[in-house]
T-cell receptor, first 117, second 114 residues
Framework: GNSVTQMEGPVTLSEEAFLTINCTYTATGYPSLFWYVQYPGEGLQLLLKATKADDKGSNKGFEATYRKETTSFHLEKGSVQVSDSAVYFCALTDMEGSGGSNYKLTFGKGTLLTVNP | KAGVTQTPRYLIKTRGQQVTLSCSPISGHRSVSWYQQTPGQGLQFLFEYFSETQRNKGNFPGRFSGRQFSNSRSEMNVSTLELGDSALYLC?????????????FGQGTRLTVV
């Protein structure tokens, strides 16, 4: 089956530090990859996505590149802010692997990021 | 445009009772999925509905059920509640087809079973 493994948190950084959150996946087909973010008391928001190998998703200074050879989709940001404090989830959909007949997100466990001023 | 709306936001129920949660998707979205979020298990897929048909179901007992109406609104029901059902239940709506389709999440319903 499909699975997503992301680095365990929590991660604590100082403002303007560099962020990397590792994510690797297994999938039966050719998945689309996502990073979602969850702020306290909120639902999940899409941060960025990539649908094919070597695609780079980017948003709000965050980036992640779809690496098919290493089955990875690591999240990076060059300079984090206090407002980036949240839980980050790596996820995939594998509609082709499921026969294209349903929509299901498979999530990693989430990584709590705390950024201190 | 309006986002995904889940009601109620908070619920407290007693063990053995049943509960119904509601989700109104984004207009035009025909796919509605439900997820259970707990600190120990993370985000787990419950089921997905598309045009009133359940297309996929996660590994949950039969006490968890759902349905979707012709206007794409969805409900999920949990019968004979157990303490372990305490969780944040998230609903997501999407177009439900195509590579890279994005899911939009509601704020969730926080269920506490006592």
């Amino acid at each position: 089956g499909n699975s997503v493994t992301q680095m365990e948190g929590p991660v604590t950084l100082s403002e303007e530090a560099f962020l990397t959150i590792n994510c690797t996946y297994t999938a039966t087909g050719y998945p689309s990859l996502f990073w979602y973010v969850q702020y306290p008391g909120e639902g999940l928001q899409l941060l960025l996505k990539a649908t094919k190998a070597d695609d780079k998703g980017s948003n709000k200074g965050f980036e992640a590149t779809y690496r098919k050879e290493t089955t990875s989709f690591h999240l990076e940001k060059g300079s984090v802010q206090v407002s980036d404090s949240a839980v980050y989830f790596c996820a995939l959909t594998d509609m082709e692997g499921s026969g294209g007949s349903n929509y299901k997100l498979t999530f990693g466990k989430g990584t709590l990021l705390t950024v201190n001023p | 445009k309006a986002g995904v709306t889940q009601t109620p936001r908070y619920l407290i129920k007693t063990r053995g009772q049943q509960v119904t949660l509601s989700c109104s998707p984004i207009s035009g979205h025909r796919s509605v999925s439900w997820y259970q979020q707990t600190p120990g298990q993370g985000l787990q897929f419950l089921f997905e509905y598309f045009s009133e048909t359940q297309r996929n179901k996660g590994n949950f007992p039969g006490r968890f059920s759902g349905r979707q109406f012709s206007n794409s609104r969805s409900e999920m029901n949990v019968s004979t509640l157990e303490l372990g059902d305490s969780a944040l239940y998230l609903c997501a709506s999407s177009l439900g087809a195509g590579r890279g389709t994005e899911a939009f999440f509601g704020q969730g319903t926080r269920l506490t079973v006592v």
